[in-house]
């Protein structure tokens, strides 16, 4: 679990896609995550008996009226092949 707080202004952020030089600049304002906000992440692993493995995480964040989650599910494979 992880709380933070700013204690600053979020200044916005500018985002440029493959057309760097040329192309149109979108500005992506931080308003709503500015001030307190609460982080909770649980993982779990799995290793099974013929040597791979399962991963599972599930995240989840509030700040004000914003939530965001997110979900991860990984399956390591052997780079050790020839």
Known sequence: ?????EFAGIDPQRVRYADWFE???????GMGWKG????????????FSSGGS??????GEKAGELV???????????SKAP
């Open 68 to 78: 965001s989650t997110t979900g991860r599910i990984g399956a390591p494979s052997d």
């Open 54 to 59: 399962l991963d599972l995480d599930l995240g």
């Open 36 to 47: 307190d906000r609460l982080a909770l992440e649980v993982g779990a692993s799995a290793e």
């Open 23 to 29: 192309g149109t600049a979108y500005k992506l304002g």
């Open 1 to 5: 679990m992880k709380y933070a707080h």
